[in-house]
C-alpha cells in the first residue's frame, strides 16, 4: 500500500529553516532526515519526498456562485504550514506508523498518514 505523509512545521520554525542562512539546529534536523530517508530507499519503502513553497505563495482555486475563481496568498495568520510531504510503499498501515514515529522522533515536528486509493486499497 502506499500512505501520503504529510509534515507540518510551526510557521516561524518554516520561515528559519528557510532563510538564506538556516540555523544549525534546522540543518541538524535536515542531515539526519536525509540519513533516515537513505536507509528508507535501500528498503525499498520510500518513493517520494519534497519540501512545500511558503504559504504566501500559495494559490487557492475555488468555485463560486460567479464561477470559478483563483485568489492568492494566506488569509489568516498561521500558526503551522504544512512543510513537505512524502510517499511511502509499505505493507500495512502498521508499518507506516512505525516509519513516521522515527521520522517525528527525529525532525520533532508532527505528521500525518494518509492511505492513497490506488489498486491496492482496502
Known sequence: MKFLLLSYTPADSWDAATADTPSQEALDAFAAYQKFEARLRETGEFVLSEGLGHPAVT?????????????????????????????LECSSIERAREIVAEMVAVLGEPMEIRPIMGDDFA
Open 59 to 87: 494559490t487557492t482555486v475555488r468555485k463560486t456562485a460567479d464561477g470559478v475563481i483563483a485568489t492568492d496568498g494566506p488569509f489568516a495568520e498561521l500558526k503551522e504550514v504544512l512543510a513537505s510531504f512524502a510517499i
